[in-house]
């Protein structure tokens, strides 16, 4: 299937505190905040306006997932198959400014997708953004309350390709037309898990576990090296509960027409979350940010 997400987009999360969320996203990872208003806080790893807004609202949650769309017609096209689906349309207008169209669609097994045009570049000199701890937006962690369902309808209307699955969909990991390994990844539950970025280098992740000691916090899990996506992965909580994770080395598939999906068991001995062998604390399987209309 011919491919309609070029990457990933941003990540929208509704908080009472946007600029407290962005200073400590700041803080721990290099993320620059690119623009501050009284209703919401934009951060980006990049050129890009946003890769993490932070909507001021009551309540805590994600609002939406966003995916950048091949172009334009993209938008319409999804607009067409998630009403033709039956999907829930929630918005024809991106949430975020700065992006010229968008629809945004609850999935009935829990996830809010906003498929969107391409987000606005800043015009930063190059060393505003070199040598910080993260430079891309890499991927997004999600839950699903049918992930088997989840499966058929982001292959089916998304036109995501399946990179790496285990054997009963208790992880799956889906890729666009980028190559990165995956964009988003699903497992049994109903949520967002985390929202992760790529580094410059391993050296990153260890500078974010120094941040967060210097504040008197610590990592969530890690480091270890993921299975899938062979990337080298570490995880902290946010002031929001959700749960960051700094990733360097993710996997590229340059092969996308022949590539055929590992399948993996899982069980602690694949050593699929860690091939290195640790297992995940049971606070890091328990935390979860529901998504919010
Ligand atoms: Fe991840």
Redesign the pocket.
Same mark, same amino acid.
């Given at each position: 299937m011919t491919h309609l997400i070029r990457q990933m987009g941003y990540v929208v999360i509704a908080t009472p505190d946007p600029d407290g969320s962005a200073r400590d996203l700041a803080d721990m990872t290099g993320v620059r905040i690119s623009r501050s208003a009284s209703d919401a806080t934009y951060v980006s790893s990049n050129a890009r306006f946003c890769d993490v807004a932070y909507l001021r609202e009551n309540r805590r949650g994600i609002r939406a997932v966003g995916l950048e769309a091949m172009d334009e017609g993209v938008v319409d096209e999804v607009y067409r198959r998630a009403k033709s689906e039956g999907l829930t349309i929630l918005a024809d207008t991106p949430l975020l400014p700065k992006v010229k169209r968008a629809v945004r669609f609850a999935t009935p097994f829990g996830p809010i997708f906003e498929v969107h045009t391409p987000i606005a570049r800043d015009d930063l000199p190059p060393a505003s953004t070199n040598g910080k701890r993260v430079r891309r937006l890499e !991927?997004v962690?999600l839950r699903a309350t049918d992930p088997k369902g989840f499966h058929d309808l982001v292959t089916r209307l998304l036109g995501m390709k399946l990179s790496d699955r285990t054997t009963n969909y208790e992880r799956a990991w889906y890729r666009c037309a980028d190559g990165f390994h995956h964009t988003f *990844?699903c497992g049994p539950g109903n949520g967002m898990h !985390?929202y *992760?970025f790529d580094a410059h280098g391993l050296y990153d992740l260890a500078g974010v576990a120094d941040a967060l000691v210097a504040k008197g916090r610590s990592l969530l899990w890690g480091i270890g090296r993921h299975g899938p996506g062979n990337n080298l992965?570490s995880y902290y909580l946010d002031p929001n509960g959700c749960v960051v994770?700094v990733?360097f080395g993710l996997e590229r598939i340059d092969n996308d027409e022949i590539y055929e999906p590992g399948n993996w068991e899982f069980n602690s001995a694949s050593n699929v979350l860690d091939r290195w062998g640790s297992q995940p604390p049971e606070a890091y399987g328990k935390a979860l940010t529901p998504f919010v209309m």
């Open positions: !991927h962690n *990844a !985390h *992760a992965f994770e990733s």
